[in-house]
């Protein structure tokens, strides 16, 4: 049976946390999809605030802790992300971004990766599309169509009756699982010493 | 193996006396630290460069030219030289005429600067920061290697029967140690020339230099220089002593935690136990040091940060004599245990002269001659 690593990282603070919830939701549907098609999935998933420390200590020094460089290596090195954050002040959390942030720029190349984030109010959720999208996009990751967005209301009464929260969750799981099934990230070798191709030793601009 | 100190030559408030060294208290501590360096017995003193306060060391060849007269037996070298902004044939002239007025005590680190917007002011682009490097090497070689040299490239203007002046010492440049703490472009660099290699080693934790260091071993072999376990690697640390551990930690604590480069984010105990940064008592440092080799190999050069943070300059020169008195000659004794006889020296002008004789003497006269001409 096929395997693919699926990689899940909450920004969530609270305990629970309704962030921690949406991006569970989405995992366990993305997982179902895969499942469909014959593929199995591995989800490793990720609370920033356990490595917050962390996060700001790389930022100061430099260089990750071990426990933030081993959730660097799962995150980056997986066939899919799921990203979900809380929005603060119009915009993804300062932890989602600095986690974002501290790791290689070109780590997240051609990752599949679906964006959630949570709210109040549903008036925030184009944050979805004017911060969190074009980041991923920044770091060349191919977001899939849908994000979800899930407001206080989404979890009870005064739910969305038409395109229900359980309607998004499941069209942009769909999505995503397409991605993850034909990626072959996870079993890629990384070679953190390879030299492009053009490299030479002396330059090779002088002419002699 | 050569043991010594290297200066990023940082002006910082004293974090206990809330002191700030002027400029010139500062220039000058950092001079008298390189004189006592030599006074307890070190082999190298090295001074960074940088163009930016709070920075002072702007004109390294003019602080070693001094150190050169003040002292009789130091290798006086820099951690890092910026070969990306600084034009080659400057280098190659300030280091030649170093070398005549320090009688050959002389080597240089090479390393590309890591300061935005210095680039800029020297005219350059970070984002080219890799093929200056390596551009503005590769003609530095020429300039020293090379009589008159025709040369044009990408960074500067070109040169046509240009000689670049004085000619270096007994007609061998000072050995070249390429500094990079995570770019494999310069480790390659370094092997391709059969230079050394500078991991600065303080930053980062030990399995990341070890990785680089391993990577340059590999390449070094690959060019044809020797074996892996042959090549020229340096490594930098950074240590705090004093006789009992438990003081070493109480007095270095408020420098480490207002350091200008880690300070306010991991504990010192965190750092400590993530980077090769020693705080304690002489044996631990001692114990700690020889653990390099076990992922480093055998290297040549071992060079510590002493002078930092706001440290006042009569702690760096205690700190000095610890280094000299209690941790070097132990060092010097332990490194030297079971060191394979393979494994060459660190690279000193007169073993690069005696190199260059008996290569000359190797090569008949006659192709030696066109050589000079090709």
């Known amino acids: 049976m096929t395997t693919r690593k699926l990689a899940v990282v ?145 979890w009870g009464s005064g739910a969305d009756q038409i395109k229900t929260l359980p309607d998004r969750i499941d069209r942009a799981a769909g999505e995503l699982a397409g991605l993850v099934a034909h990626s072959d990230r996870s079993s890629r070798a990384q070679d953190p010493f390879a030299l492009d191709p053009s490299f030479s030793p002396t330059g090779g601009f002088q002419t002699n | ?189 370094a092997a391709y020339y059969g230079d050394g290699f500078f991991s600065n080693h303080i930053f980062w934790p030990p399995e990341h230099t070890a990785k680089m260091i391993g990577y340059y071993r590999q390449r070094f072999e690959h060019y044809g220089h020797g074996t892996a376990a042959q090549a020229i690697v340096g490594l930098g640390g950074q240590v705090f002593m004093r006789k009992n551990s438990q003081d070493a930690v109480k007095e270095f604590r408020p420098y480490f935690d207002n350091a200008p480069v880690y300070g306010h984010g991991p504990s010192l105990e965190e750092f400590t136990a993530q980077t090769p940064l020693t705080v304690g008592s002489p044996q631990e440092v001692i114990d700690r040091t020889l653990g390099f080799r076990d992922y480093a190999g055998d290297y040549q050069r071992q060079l510590w940060l002493m002078d930092h943070a706001g440290l006042p300059l009569k702690t760096v020169l205690e700190q000095l004599d610890i280094l000299g008195g209690e941790v070097v000659p132990v060092l010097r004794r332990e490194f030297a245990k079971n060191r394979p006889e393979a494994v060459p020296e660190a690279p000193t002008h007169a073993a690069l002269v005696a190199a260059a004789r008996s290569r000359a003497e190797a090569v008949p006269a006659a192709s030696a001659a066109t050589e000079a001409w090709s």
């Open chain 2, 1 to 189: 193996m050569q043991f010594g100190i290297f200066t990023v030559g940082d002006v910082t408030t004293d974090p206990t006396t809330g002191r700030t060294p002027t400029e010139a208290e500062r220039i000058k501590a950092i001079l008298t630290i390189g004189k006592h360096a030599e006074e307890v017995g070190l082999d190298v003193f090295a001074t960074g460069e940088h163009h930016n306060p709070p920075f002072v060391p702007s004109s390294p060849t003019t602080m070693l030219g001094y150190l050169a007269a003040q002292t009789e037996r130091i290798i006086l070298s820099t951690a890092t030289t910026l070969i990306t902004t600084s034009d080659p044939v400057k280098i190659a002239e300030d280091f030649a005429m170093l070398q005549v007025i320090a009688d050959g005590r002389v080597d240089l680190t090479l390393g590309r600067g890591n300061t935005g917007p210095v680039y800029p002011w020297f005219g350059k682009d970070i984002r080219q920061g890799i093929p200056l490097a390596l551009e503005n090497y590769a003609l530095l070689r020429r300039l020293w290697d090379e009589e008159f040299v025709d040369w044009s490239g990408t960074f500067r203007t070109p040169l046509q029967g240009f000689q670049s002046t004085p000619r270096p010492l007994d007609g061998v440049p000072p050995f070249v140690w390429h500094g990079s703490i995570r770019s494999p472009e310069i480790a390659e660099q």
């Open chain 1, 10 to 154: 909450s920004a969530g603070l609270s305990q629970p946390s309704s962030t921690r919830m949406l991006a569970d939701k989405l995992a366990a549907e993305t997982v179902a999809r895969l499942g469909a098609d014959g593929i199995e999935t591995e989800v490793q998933t990720f609370e920033l605030r356990d490595v917050a420390q962390d996060i700001t200590n790389n930022m100061l020094t430099g260089f990750p802790s071990a426990r933030l460089s081993a959730v660097i290596e799962a995150v980056t090195g997986a066939d899919g992300l799921i990203a979900v954050t809380p929005i603060f002040t119009t915009s993804y959390s300062g932890l989602f971004k600095s986690f974002f942030d501290v790791i290689d720029n070109r780590s997240l190349t051609d990752m599949p990766v679906l964006i959630g984030a949570t709210a109040g109010t549903p008036r925030h959720s184009l944050a979805l599309d004017y911060a969190l999208r074009p980041m991923f996009t920044y770091l060349h990751a191919v977001v899939v169509p849908t994000g979800v967005f899930a407001a206080s209301e989404d």
